[in-house]
């Protein structure tokens, strides 16, 4: 008897499918993390805004609770923070 893995197809998965408000902040490009963080959490009561340093490693998987912001050494976001 051999093992098999059962694989879930996530190759439908788009933004259309994930439930709540907004799902991307490019204005917020330049602005404060915390405030960023602030801003994105107000707009989407689904998700957790996270504020990590660039080339902070961080779990890859996809989770629609989930924004990473993303900041530099001035804590100034330099990525648009994006759902997943």
């Known amino acids: 008897m051999t093992n098999q893995i059962k694989r879930r197809n996530v ?8 439930p709540g408000g907004k799902l991307s902040w490019p204005e917020l490009v330049g602005k404060d993390g915390c405030a960023a963080a602030a801003v994105v959490e107000s707009q989407n ?24 912001v993303w900041v530099n050494d001035k804590n100034r976001v330099v990525r648009p923070p994006t759902v997943g």
């Open 11 to 18: 190759s439908n998965l788009t933004y259309e499918n994930i």
């Open 45 to 68: 009561q689904n998700v957790r805004a996270i504020v990590v340093n660039v080339g902070t490693p961080v779990p890859r998987d996809f989770r629609c609770d989930r924004v990473w």
